[in-house]
């Protein structure tokens, strides 16, 4: 457990090389992460965590939840675990949250690959994506948790036609209360710091799903590059192809982060070996 301002956070660490930090989306939890991280943990240190009062983690008080406490939360797993700096990954409002980190403390990232960022309000007005929040908002209001998280499913492309490990869907359901109570007003309210972003002194990669073009969670990906001049990449798959083909998502993102890394040339000594015969 990872002790922080307030709150304990449950992490993983799997492998060697460049520290590479996988910040989840809705529900939080690592367990999202855990057959990519495997996938990747013979070239980085992988750091995957429950987010601040989601599943194993502690910090829970039922009041909404700053982006910035979240950014925060990353920035000690980083200061803590990976020597002050780190790649990051994030997917869903874990993309919002690596914007957020990026942009209010650049000497923590070394690169970051912000996939399928739901950030509605870059779109225009007028686009009925932009309803999204506050639909949900009504619907958590209406119903409690359960209510918003069956509707939160429905507007994800690919979601039921495979299944989540059991343990993981346990906490995911334990988790909806916070993420609607707390973590969703900071969601809703997030708009990129574009001129931070653009500033960054590191690569920033947008991406989003072959499978989810038009979505409300893809096209934000699209104009935020667009706004800060960062080059947009084709992942394949779905919203969270790292459940469904992982191995196919950690050869996507193997290869943007391998590339960030060494764009320094900065080349470990493990991709140095010289290979064996076999």
Not at 90 to 108: C, D, H, K, M, Q
Not at 123 to 145: H, I, N, S, T
Request: aromatic share 10%; net charge negative; proline share 7%.
């Amino acid at each position: 457990m990872f002790e922080t301002d307030g709150a304990g956070l449950y992490y993983e660490i799997r492998g060697s090389g460049p520290a590479l930090l996988l910040i989840s989306g809705a529900g939080g939890d690592a367990g999202y992460y855990s057959a990519i991280a495997d996938e990747l943990a013979d070239a980085f240190t992988v750091i995957s965590y429950d987010r601040r009062g989601n599943s194993r983690s502690t910090g829970r008080n039922g009041r909404p939840m700053d982006l910035s406490r979240q950014a925060a939360d990353a920035r000690d797993l980083l200061d803590g675990l990976a020597g002050g700096r780190g790649l990051v990954f994030g997917n869903s409002g874990g993309a919002i949250i690596g914007l957020t980190l990026a942009a209010s403390y650049p000497e923590a990232v070394s690169g970051l690959v912000a996939h399928e960022p739901p950030a509605v309000g870059v779109l225009p007005d007028g686009d009925p994506a932009r309803g999204f929040f506050p639909e949900l908002a009504a619907r958590y209001a209406e119903g409690g948790g359960p209510a918003a998280g069956l509707r939160f499913a429905q507007t994800v492309r690919g979601e039921g036609t495979y299944r989540w490990p059991d343990d993981l869907w346990r906490r995911f359901l334990g988790n909806q209360e916070h993420l609607f109570a707390s973590e969703w007003p900071g969601f809703a309210a997030f708009r990129p710091d574009e001129a931070a972003l653009r500033a960054a002194p590191f690569p920033i990669v947008l991406g989003a799903g072959a499978e989810d073009r038009g979505t409300y969670y893809a096209r934000p990906s699209i104009e935020i590059a667009r706004r800060i001049g960062a080059p947009w990449a084709e992942f394949p798959g779905i919203h969270m192809e790292f459940l469904r083909n992982p191995a196919a998502f950690a050869g996507a993102l193997r290869t943007l982060a391998t590339q960030m890394h060494t764009g320094r040339d900065r080349v470990p000594g493990l991709w140095e070996g010289s290979a064996q015969p076999g």
